[in-house]
């Protein structure tokens, strides 16, 4: 079974950091993009980052540019979203997902990220 386990969440502060991990199974991982989304609430989901670790290809939303930096570990099959510089807009509800060309097909689990003011 191909899954994907997102985990780092929590509550913070405006200006602090975070970092989330998403590991998956079940899959060559560097076979596909895996990809950061958020859906804040009353928002549509909405994507913030993605990796094809295969190329080093990664694609930012232009809201976490310069803030979030995504990075994968290809020995544990896991992807890591680095946030810093949270702002209470980032709050949300995180998944992971990976598909082709970082077209979502495979979900996670939500991991919460709440920034408070």
């Known amino acids: 079974d191909v899954q994907l386990q997102a985990s780092g969440g929590g509550l913070v502060e405006a200006g602090g950091s975070l970092r989330l991990s998403c590991a998956a199974s079940g899959f060559t991982f560097d076979d596909y993009g895996i990809g950061w989304f958020r859906q804040a609430p009353g928002k549509e989901r909405e994507g913030v980052a993605c990796?094809?670790?295969?190329?080093?290809?990664?694609h930012y939303a232009d809201s976490v540019k310069g803030r979030f930096t995504i990075s994968s570990d290809n020995a544990k099959n896991t992807v890591y979203l680095q946030m810093n510089n949270l702002r209470p807009e980032d709050t949300a509800v995180y998944y992971c997902?990976?598909?082709?060309?970082?077209?979502?097909?495979?979900w996670g689990q939500g991991t919460l990220v709440t920034v408070s003011s």
């Open positions: 990796i094809i670790s295969s190329d080093g290809f990664t």
């Open positions: 997902a990976a598909g082709p060309e970082c077209v979502p097909k495979t």
